[in-house]
């Protein structure tokens, strides 16, 4: 197929040969002109090579709503308690492999998540100011549970950090579930079903490991 630029040379060589090759009238001259300019005219309008989304916007903002920003805002403190918490058993010795594991997985998966969610909160011009609003929801610990955790020594800090986490992870289910209820931003809501299918299965995980203390 031939292309605009080469259908505009092509119209300018045979204007050119006949301009070379005729005694050109005023009026000859005048209808050469007038096919020179609609040949240009019609190469402007045409759209480059490669530009066929030309003239269509190349990036677009979701919609969110309240729902979204609130499960943001609520599930990122969440999720810092439970890397928190982690990061207590992790610098235990002597502490189950099976439940260091698990707090490294549970550590690998919500750090990534949380700077996620603030790069969201950045982009909705939302606070992270909280208050103390952060112990009252689902399944987070109070100041005394951590301090217990974090004071226990290895033979019964496994299975306290397993029964809290499991605690834990089913507030954040629950948290889940509202987003995936009431939600509206998309990226919000994939997220909140991967952490319901996530820490659901974590959660499965917890409880065989408890079951074999």
């Known amino acids: 197929m031939t292309s605009p630029h080469e259908s505009l040379h ?7 040969r006949k301009i070379g090759t005729a005694m050109t009238t005023p009026r000859t001259l005048i209808a050469i002109v007038g096919v020179l300019a ?3 005219t019609l190469s402007a309008c045409s759209p480059a090579e490669g530009d066929s989304d030309a003239g269509t916007s190349s990036s677009s903002t979701e919609a969110f709503n309240d729902q979204d920003v609130m499960f943001a805002r609520m599930m990122v403190p969440h999720h810092e308690q439970a890397v928190e918490m982690s990061d207590m058993i992790l ?3 002597g502490v189950d492999p099976d439940v260091t594991e698990i707090a490294q997985q549970i550590r690998d998966a919500q750090q990534p998540e949380i700077e996620q969610m603030e790069g969201w909160l950045d982009d909705w011009d939302s606070s992270m100011d909280m208050g103390d609003m952060d112990h009252g929801m689902d399944g987070m610990m109070s100041d005394d549970d951590m301090g217990e955790l974090d004071a226990a020594p290895a033979d019964t800090a496994s299975a306290l950090f397993l029964e809290q986490m499991i605690e834990h992870h089913e507030g954040a ?18 997220l909140a079903e991967t952490i319901t299918e996530t820490q659901q299965s974590e959660i499965e995980r917890m409880q065989e490991l408890l079951a074999q203390r």
């Open 91 to 93: 610098a235990k010795d």
């Open 38 to 40: 609609a040949s240009l």
């Open 10 to 16: 092509t119209t300018h060589d045979v204007t050119l």
């Open 173 to 190: 289910i629950d948290m889940a579930q509202d987003e995936l209820d009431d939600g509206e931003y998309p990226d919000a809501l994939q």
